[in-house]
Nanobody, 121 residues
Framework: QVQLVESGGGLVQPGGSLRLSCAAS????????MRWYRQAPGKQRELVAA???????NYADSVKGRFTISRDNAKKSVYLQMNSLKPEDTAVYYC???????????????WGQGTQVTVSS
């Protein structure tokens, strides 16, 4: 079994910063792409940022220049540094990863349980 566990959410004032973390655990052989999604109330889940196993990144236009995704392959973890936060960044943030288990011949997608980020004064 593979689990993704997020941490680091909370309440922050507009203009503030938060750093989200997501750690994978279980019988893991390798992790390919890792991503952060978010879902605001009444809206569809959207991709915020993604990073390949080699470190190539891409971002949603709405967060470019403010958010930075990174990963530590040794720790099987992905991070999202969020700066200059805006009220419209308020959402539940989900970690997502393509994971290959020991002995497996494919990558399966796993999701974390989500962490709430609220940007409000």
């Amino acid at each position: 079994q593979v689990q993704l566990v997020e941490s680091g959410g909370g309440l922050v004032q507009p203009g503030g910063s938060l750093r989200l973390s997501c750690a994978a655990s279980g019988t893991i052989f390798s992790i390919n792409n890792m991503r952060w999604y978010r879902q605001a109330p009444g809206k569809q889940r959207e991709l915020v940022a993604a990073i390949t196993s080699g470190g190539r990144t891409n971002y949603a236009d709405s967060v470019k220049g403010r958010f930075t995704i990174s990963r530590d392959n040794a720790k099987k973890s992905v991070y999202l540094q969020m700066n200059s936060l805006k009220p419209e960044d308020t959402a539940v943030y989900y970690c997502n990863a393509d994971v290959s288990g020991v002995g497996a011949r494919r990558y399966d997608m796993y999701w974390g349980q989500g962490t709430q980020v609220t940007v409000s004064s």
